[in-house]
């Protein structure tokens, strides 16, 4: 069974930019979470969607969204990015208990 | 709201010996889950280890055990017989609700040949 793909694994953008990050989580997973990782503010939760809905989401300005599809994979987007949102993002997918199985991350750099 | 601390920012053990990484915990939930996490150079993060909050009896997988100590809020990880393999950034989390994971600020392991 294929495991948690994201794409893409790395993305350099500007200031002000729009960027669009893609989650496929393991065949049959309905639940899809993301986090956010940074040296100074460690793991943080995004949100986390379920069947289409987004049940939980954290505390990051509104320029942070997400969506599901209905074959489960997720997209989460950053709008009018800024120097601070240079991180690694992690998704994770689940049958049901959050987090556990993670995909390799997008490394997003923000100049 | 949920916290998680681990203390040791660093570790490092010899090959071949036992090290224990510490982690505690601070929940308003009467049951939860414990996780600990390992997360190699390449950054991929993977389960290493789960403890449910209502079994007394602590997880064991393969060379990875924990300490749970439910009254002390602490969960502490166990790595016997220590490989070059197990070097990375080690996480401990709990879980809020069912879909929400908080962190601790990670250790990171060294293991020395």
């Known amino acids: 069974k294929a495991g948690v793909t994201q794409t893409p694994r790395y993305l350099i953008k500007t200031r002000g930019q729009q960027v669009t990050l893609s989650c496929s989580p393991i065949s049959g997973h309905r639940s899809v979470s993301w986090y956010q990782q940074t040296p100074g503010q460690g793991l943080q939760f995004l949100f986390e969607y379920f069947s289409e809905t987004q049940r939980n989401k954290g505390n990051f300005p509104g320029r942070f969204s997400g969506r599901q599809f209905s074959n489960s994979r997720s997209e989460m987007n950053v709008s009018t990015l800024e120097l601070g949102d240079s991180a690694l993002y992690l998704c994770?997918?689940?049958?049901?208990?959050?987090?556990?199985?993670f995909g390799p991350g997008t490394r997003l750099t923000v100049l | 709201a949920q916290t998680v601390t681990q203390s040791q920012p660093e570790m490092s053990v010899q090959e071949a010996e036992t090290v224990t990484l510490s982690c505690t915990y601070d929940t308003s939930e009467s049951d939860y889950y414990l996780f600990w996490y390992k997360q190699p150079p390449s950054r991929q993060m993977i389960l290493v280890i789960r403890q449910e909050a209502y079994k007394q009896q602590n997880a064991t997988e393969n060379r990875f055990s924990v300490n749970f100590q439910k009254a002390a809020k602490s969960f502490s990880l166990k790595i016997s017989d220590s490989q070059l393999g197990d070097a990375a950034m080690y996480f401990c989390a709990t879980i809020q609700g069912a879909q929400k994971l908080v962190f601790g600020q990670g250790t990171r392991l060294t293991i020395n040949p």
């Open positions: 994770a997918s689940s049958l049901g208990l959050a987090g556990e199985f």
